[in-house]
């Protein structure tokens, strides 16, 4: 049966900017969350789109989700599936109620106009009572070592979220502390990171209400865990970021050169005069 999408609803009616309280507890924690950056029309809408990008019937599609759990070629039912990039396939998502607050609430916390930011989404699942945590982390260790970051993410899940079913969980003042060493959690093809060492004893989880949100700062450390309850966990985190500068410098990433040497043969590749990439 084809699964289908609610019309987008109006988003004249929620307007919601950070104080400067709330832009001060941000730039010293690393991460806020608010308790209403939409309307539960809205989320009703979004979790529409959702479930459609996550119905069987939609596997093969462009942009389908990937399990993120599992070795890719497992066969076996995801328990952390992830599909990027929503807005390219319902553009309707950059103009919603969300998108609109979540960047005026971006541009505030990095002290930028919000004409500098640019974004992108994901959507990631964590099926009932089976979900698999996702390691302490910070984002820009996923992101190319040559470049330079100033950046954020507001994780909006598609219901009120519980610490049981995998809500955001956040470490203070991580931010400040730089890029920490990260290690591949599983083959470096798969790509998933988790941090060194982390001490946790200091996390803050936090659940949220129907049409909340959470941000974090790109170097915050953060963490989920599974989903034990009998519902489906479904969040629409979006990146918001200004346009990345190359560095003078590369910093030198561990798991990053791994990563590489997994997915090409430097060796075995030659530019041509035109920046064409062949394999010699
Ligand atoms: O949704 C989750 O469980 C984890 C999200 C996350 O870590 C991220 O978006 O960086």
């Not at 964590?126 to 390691?135: F, L």
């Not at 990345?244 to 561990?254: K, L, N, W």
Request: charged residues 25%; proline residues 8%; contains cysteine.
């Amino acid at each position: 049966m084809a699964t289908r999408v609610m019309s987008p609803p109006s988003t004249a009616d929620l307007t919601v900017s950070p104080t400067a309280e709330e832009i001060a507890r941000f730039r010293q924690d690393g991460f806020l969350s608010v308790e209403r950056i939409t309307t539960d029309e809205e989320i009703a809408w979004l979790r529409s789109i959702f479930e459609l990008v996550f119905s069987d019937e939609e596997a093969d599609a462009a942009g389908a989700p990937l399990d993120r759990s599992r070795p890719l070629d497992s066969g076996e039912p995801g328990r952390l599936r992830q599909a990027f990039f929503p807005e390219v396939r319902f553009p309707e998502i950059l103009a919603s109620t969300f998108h609109r607050n979540a960047r005026r609430y971006a541009a505030a916390l990095l002290g930028v106009e919000e004409g500098a930011l640019t974004s992108w989404s994901h959507m990631i699942e964590k099926p009932q009572g089976d979900g698999s945590p996702v390691a302490w982390h910070q984002d820009e260790a996923y992101w190319e070592p040559e470049l330079e970051y100033h950046a954020l993410a507001a994780w909006l899940p598609l219901h009120e979220v519980t610490v049981d079913m995998g809500c955001m969980q956040f470490i203070p003042g991580s931010h400040l502390r730089g890029i920490v060493p990260h290690r591949h959690d599983a083959d470096p093809r798969e790509n998933k990171l988790a941090a060194i060492d982390v001490d946790d004893s200091t996390a803050v989880p936090c659940p949220l209400p129907l049409g909340g949100v959470t941000f974090h700062h790109a170097r915050t450390l953060h963490h989920t865990a599974p989903n034990v309850t009998d519902r489906r966990r479904m969040a629409l985190p979006s990146e918001f970021q200004v346009a990345p500068v190359r560095r003078a410098v590369p910093t030198d990433h561990a798991w990053w050169r791994e990563r590489r040497a997994f997915i090409s043969a430097p060796d075995e590749i030659s530019y041509l005069a035109d920046g064409t990439r062949v394999r010699v």
